[in-house]
């Protein structure tokens, strides 16, 4: 079984970057695909962005591509996202999850089961 912790948040000025982490316990996390989603305060979560078990394949929301970098090291069980020219519609709380499945990097949320406490993300104007 996975547990994730999400670490990285915090307030930062718009055009300003942070580096989220992710850090999952137990022996399974290099065999399923991660992702991260966030939600705003009365909005839906909403997909990130999300990376295939070796970090080859990448897939991101319209609303982050050319800002947002997700990526993973297998051998310290912890998925990344890098974001860079932040907005102030980028602040949400953000969330690591891991998939069901081992090879579609999933947009649908329903096809991950194991989430993490969140991490807030402010972006001041």
């Known amino acids: 079984q996975v547990h994730l912790v999400e670490s990285g948040g915090g307030l930062v000025q718009a055009g300003g970057s942070l580096r989220l982490s992710c850090a999952a316990s137990?022996?399974?996390?290099?065999?399923?695909?991660m992702g991260w989603f966030r939600q705003a305060p009365g909005k839906e979560r909403d997909f990130v962005a999300a990376i295939s078990l070796l970090g080859i394949s990448t897939s991101y929301a319209d609303s982050v591509k050319g800002r947002f970098t997700i990526s993973r090291d297998n051998a310290k069980n912890t998925v990344y996202l890098q974001m860079n020219s932040l907005k102030p519609e980028d602040t949400a709380t953000y969330y690591c999850?891991?998939?069901?499945?081992?090879?579609?990097?999933?947009?649908?949320?329903?096809?991950?089961?194991?989430w993490g406490q969140g991490t807030q993300v402010t972006v001041s104007s």
């Open positions: 999850a891991k998939s069901t499945d081992y090879y579609t990097q999933a947009h649908d949320m329903r096809k991950y089961d194991t």
């Open positions: 137990g022996r399974t996390f290099s065999r399923y695909v």
